[in-house]
């Protein structure tokens, strides 16, 4: 049986962390989003050197832990004088890694537009940039919406990592719960229960959107 106890002597700070965890996913997917569809953008541009950025990034930090990325925040950054709090790092950290993965998704879809789409919006006298702004953009996010709402919902999970370097996150208060009541089982199921939380409405409405695209195509 669970020790319901816990969650309502320690509501205060399970509240805490589940609001410190919103802000930093919301924060951390803005960002994400915003570098990820530049560096999509650098991955298709017909420049070269913007190709070799974008595919530098991309498989750079695709390929290392996101952990490591937090540390190099949190605790690399300071060695050359830049600081940042624990909750900045971690939300930094997560944006960075999160944009590698929407960069790919974003580019996929992109790709999927047919050509004489840029080809017409090019002739009609838009920049390149216009082009894909007005253009090819829209058409590509309307696309890849089943992979952005997985990529969304990862990193409201991912946010966890907060708590390695106490950011103030559901993790974190439910390592100071667990601390404080000598409870591990109990603490952590109420834990999962609050990110539960969070990410089955973020499901529904990724398959909301999905759905009504479909019909609406």
Known sequence: MLRYSILVEHWDLY????????????????????????????????IR???????????F????????????????????GIRFDSFTAGTLGLMVYTAAFIAEAIRSGIQAVPKGQMEAARSSGLTYLQAMRYVILPQAVKIVIPPLGNQFINLV????????IAGLDLMYYGDLISSKTFVTFDVYIFVALFYLVLTIPLSLGVGYLERRLLKAR
Request: glycine content about 10%; proline content about 6%.
């Open 15 to 46: 509240m805490q962390g589940f609001g410190h965890t919103i802000k930093a996913s919301v924060l951390a997917l803005i960002g994400s989003l915003a570098l990820g569809t530049i560096i999509a953008i650098f991955r298709i541009a017909p």
């Open 49 to 59: 050197p913007l190709n070799w950025v974008g595919t530098a990034y991309v498989e």
């Open 61 to 80: 930090i695709r390929n290392i832990p996101l952990v490591l990325i937090v540390f190099v925040f949190f605790m690399g950054l300071p060695a050359v």
């Open 157 to 164: 999970k991912n946010s966890s990592v907060l708590g390695v």
